[in-house]
């Protein structure tokens, strides 16, 4: 079945430590999106890609990094550097253009101890 | 720029009796319009969308939504609520005049189905 997969599903880190979510999709799809949802907000954009070896910040990208080296796969480093890094992370794909729907994958909570 | 805007941010409602989500929109180009449900701890799925094409859009699991570009509104609507619809919903709009694929999300509107 084509659809997106993150890796895991509950992360636990403590503070000051790096973490890297894993996103992965068979979908072929070419524009990949990670997007952090915290409790009563809607979603904000991290970083986005719209093709292999590009992407760019999104609305809160300090303290995030990405890479895009393959186009099935977009992984988000939260850094020590992000101030709270605690949320639930969804990373989702679409088919490039913004008349497309987005697919989500199941969302990683990311617990900073 | 674009900018959407949920006007409830929680809704309760009967089960079997209708449902209204409301959303209003802004955005300097024709946009296209999403709705999205969330159940606790999942990923978003598709509800409906509009894309230009015909004002009222049906969608999965008896919605639908009607595009007014008067009240620049996209107003989410099921006749009958069902206890499985208790999610979050998202209004989503997505402007082609913006950087390609960049989407803006309401913060959301939970509904609760009392039985």
């Known amino acids: 079945d084509g659809g997106i997969t993150q890796s895991p599903k509950y992360l636990f880190r403590k503070e000051g430590q790096n973490v890297t979510l894993s996103c992965e999709q068979n979908?072929?799809?070419?524009?990949m999106y990670w997007y952090r949802q915290d409790p009563g907000q809607g979603l904000r954009l991290i970083y986005y890609s719209q093709i292999v070896n590009d992407f760019q910040k999104g609305d809160i990208a300090e303290g995030y990094s990405v890479s895009r080296e393959k186009k099935e796969s977009f992984p988000l480093t939260v850094t020590s550097a992000q101030k709270n890094p605690t949320a639930f992370y969804l990373c989702?794909?679409?088919?490039?253009?913004?008349?497309?729907?987005?697919?989500f994958g199941p969302g990683t909570r990311l617990t900073v101890l | 720029a674009q900018s959407v805007t949920q006007l409830d941010s929680h809704v309760s409602v009967s089960e079997g009796t209708p449902v209204l989500l409301r959303c209003n929109y802004s955005?300097?180009?024709?946009?296209?319009l999403f709705w999205y449900v969330q159940h606790p701890n999942k990923g978003l799925q598709l509800l409906l969308k509009?894309?230009?094409?015909?004002?009222l859009v049906k969608g999965i699991n008896g919605f639908e939504a009607e595009f007014k570009k008067s009240e620049t509104s996209f107003h989410l609507t099921k006749p009958s609520a069902h206890m499985s619809d208790a999610a979050e919903y998202f209004c989503?709009?997505?402007?082609?005049?913006?950087?390609?694929?960049?989407?803006?999300f309401g913060d959301g509107t939970t509904l609760t189905v009392k039985p």
């Open positions: 989503v709009v997505s402007d082609p005049g913006t950087n390609a694929g960049k989407s803006t």
């Open positions: 989702a794909s679409t088919l490039p253009g913004a008349v497309d729907e987005q697919f």
């Open positions: 509009y894309t230009s094409a015909a004002t």
């Open positions: 979908l072929n799809h070419d524009a």
């Open positions: 955005s300097s180009y024709s946009p296209s």
